[in-house]
Structure formats: C-alpha cells, structure tokens
C-alpha cells in the first residue's frame, strides 16, 4: 500500500521540473521509507513465558502474576483451567465476579482470584498474540482445611448394651487427603497431642470397639490434620447400658438402743438405678423422723451411694435391711443385718479376772497341837477351827491348783507324826522288858 502511494506521488511529480523532483527524491524520500520499516517491524516485546507455581488456602485470594513491556498494540489474554476465556487485556469476559486483571504497573496484566475455591485449582495461561504466540503457563494450587463430612460420619451419640462390638465412622476431606486420628481426652490414656488432647496409633476413618464395656463409656474424639490449619474435630459420646449392681461395705452391723446408725449401700448401673431401702420385706417410709435416707454421686459416673440412717434405735429397729435398685434392664438386691450390741459391764469383768494368790510373807501357819498320850494321828486332835481354817485355806486356793500353806501343814504333821511314833514304840519296848 505504502509503495503505490509512493508510486503516484511519483508520477505526479513528473510534471514538475526536474529540480523540483529532485529535491522530493533526496529530501522526502528517506523519511517515507523509515516510516514503512518502523511500521512493518515494531519494538519486540519482553514477556516472561516461564512457568510458575503458586499456592494460597482455599477461601484467600490469589494473585497471578503476568507483565509485558513495549505491549504496543498487542492483546494480554487469560485463560482458565477449563480454557475458557477470562479477559482480553482488563476486560473480563467470563460470568464470575471474583476474577479480575488488575494494573499495579502500565506493564503488568494481574490476575485476581477472590474467596478462591478448590475447583480454582489448575492451569491458567497469560497469552500475548505474537507471531507465534506467547504463552506464560502458572500452575496453581488450592489447600483446603480439613472437613469432617457429617452425612458420612457416625451419630453423635450411641448407646450399646454391655458385651456388643460398635463402629465408628468419621468422614474427613481435604486438600491433601488429612490422616484421622481417634483420640479419648477424658480417659487421658494417650500420650499429649498438640497439648490438648491424647494421641494413639489409632488411626483412620473408622475405629471398632470390641466386648465394650461400661470402662468404654464416655467421649471420643476424631481429629482431622493435613497440616492446613484450622484442623477439624468431631465427638462422638458413647453411652454404655447395663443392669444394676448392689454393693455392701458391711453385711452386719452391731449397734447399741438408743444410739443411731448409718447402714450404707453402692449401686453401679446405666441407665441410673431407682434404690430403696427394705426391712424385713417393706420399703422404709422416709418421712419419718425415724429414718434418713441421703443419695450421693461417687467418682465413677455409673455409682451412687445411698445412706440410711436410724435414729435412736429400739428393739423393733434391729433386723435385715435391704437395698433394692432397678432399671429398665434388670433388678439387684443385697441384704444385711442391724442387731443389738450389748455391752460388757464391769461386774462381768470382776468374775471373769483371775485372781493372783497373796504373798508367801503374808501368809500365816496354825501350829497342831499334839497329845502324848493318844496314839491316833495328829489331825484327830485338831480343834474344830482349825479344821476351818484348813478347809478355808484349802478350798481359797484349791480352784489355781497351788496350796502353800496346806503343803506346810503336811509336812509339819508328817514329822510330827514320825517323833509320836518313834516314841510309842520305845514305851512299848520299855515294858516289855
């Protein structure tokens, strides 16, 4: 185009004197030609076409960066993931309000994702229509927080009869894949986990408990971590049933009339037990003065005490008492024994002590008096307190077995006895001869 117009000015030019032609060859025509060199070959663009990868948590903003210098009159394009055109230079064309070019720089073409989401993630191209085209390829990523999935995950609460094997589920999503772990806080048999809870090998989605019992009662924990804060939790309570179970401290209890006394039952059970107290068959009336019952709330969530005091205790008060409980899974009982303590008084005490003997010095001998004349033995001639105080004598110690004086007596009678005899016998022979 330019050379035809150049052409005609020519020709035109014809016309004219020769110096005149001469002058527009010499002068004009150098400009004209620069002027079709810089418009058929423009200033090259500087682009960087080198690829990027960029990472921000779902919910930021992302920026996408792209700048081109010495652009001229050539068009900046963006491209999502899916191809679709988002804007030529900073006209947006696609139907999303969260993304727009933004210009901080004459040279830069920014691309703003807001509140991004994790469908965001993927491969946006930055073009300019160069021939051929220039591409800037940035890969971006989107980090979602850990999210337990409700609808896939296990109630709340569960409530098992003691002896069954349950299951618990917890569903968790996130951007990477989290790892669930199942933790028991209240229990504390863990080791620490980021100083608030209790960690074990126990991981994965789902946690089995086999022959639960009523020691598996109470709350556990799924916890969610892939490094994206904030980590996502779930509890699961879990509610162990079983029958009542009656337990006594002291299945006899002695007490004294007119004293009172504190007769004291434990009842294990889930669901909580009804507990009443029985005597002899009738339930208590605790209405009276005469009887208190009081209920108290042990360490183990499954135990209560309950008390029954008696107050000034009669002969009608003494007899079994029973504790009963109950639930809507079955019935226990224990029975145990009020009875009269009597106490030992100190006369009982005097006739039951032993009784030392007295001192040897204080004791006292009753010499035998002897007659010369009679050949019977010695204990013939004894008056009859001395036979008193003999048989006194002998019966005050006969019952410990140790008779000291009764045992000098003896003696004392026996030499006596001899001296009488060896005498005799000499009187004899005298006569005889």
């Keep these: 185009m330019f050379r035809n117009t150049l052409a005609t000015h020519l020709m035109k030019a014809m016309i004219m004197s020769s110096g005149i032609i001469e002058c527009i060859l010499l002068l004009c025509l150098p400009g004209l030609v620069a002027f079709e060199r810089d418009s058929l070959y423009p200033v090259e663009p500087v682009f960087d076409d080198s690829d990027t990868n960029y990472t921000v948590i779902a919910g930021s903003t992302a920026v996408l960066h792209c700048s081109v210098e010495n652009k001229g009159k050539l068009k900046v394009i963006w491209l999502n993931p899916r191809k679709t055109l988002i804007s030529t230079d900073d006209i947006r064309h696609i139907d999303d309000p969260r993304m727009s070019v933004e210009r901080p720089q004459i040279q830069d073409w920014f691309l703003h994702i807001r509140e991004t ?171 009276l003065y005469k009887f208190w019952t009081e209920i108290y709330d042990d360490d183990d969530n499954h135990q209560k005490t309950l008390t029954l005091t008696v107050i000034d205790i009669q002969k009608e008060d003494f007899g079994y008492y029973t504790c009963e409980a109950s639930n809507s899974l079955g019935f226990d009982s224990e029975t145990m024994l009020l009875y009269e303590y009597v106490a030992v008084s100190s006369k009982h005490e005097d006739e039951n002590r032993i009784v030392e003997p007295p001192p040897a010095t204080k004791q006292t001998t009753v010499p035998i008096q002897l007659d010369k004349n009679t050949k019977s033995a010695p204990f013939s001639n004894r008056n009859n307190d001395q036979k008193a105080q003999e048989e006194n004598s002998y019966s005050s110690y006969g019952s410990s077995g140790v008779l000291p004086q009764f045992n000098i007596l003896m003696a004392f009678s026996c030499v006596t006895l001899s001296i009488q005899l060896i005498s005799d016998v000499c009187k004899i022979v005298t006569t005889l001869r």
């Design 117 to 287: 989401r994790q469908n965001d993630t993927g491969e946006y191209m930055c073009q300019i229509n160069t021939r051929p085209v220039k591409i800037k390829r940035i890969h971006l990523y989107i980090l979602v927080p850990p999210e337990i999935v409700t609808e896939w995950s296990s109630d709340d609460h569960i409530q098992v009869r003691e002896g069954v094997t349950i299951e618990f589920v917890c569903n968790a999503t996130g951007v990477p894949s989290p790892e669930v772990r199942w933790l028991r806080p209240s229990q504390g048999f863990f080791n620490n986990y980021i100083d608030e809870y209790a960690t074990s090998s126990m991981i994965g989605e789902i946690l089995i408990l086999h022959n639960i019992s009523r020691y598996c009662d109470g709350t556990y924990v799924c916890a969610a971590d892939n490094g994206v804060q904030p980590r996502a939790e779930k509890e699961f309570k879990v509610t162990v049933l079983f029958s009542p179970e009656v337990t006594l401290l002291n299945s006899r209890i002695g007490q004294v009339i007119g004293k009172e006394t504190m007769l004291e039952c434990k009842v294990s059970a889930s669901p909580h037990a009804s507990i009443v107290w029985k005597k002899n068959g009738t339930e208590i009336p605790t209405s």
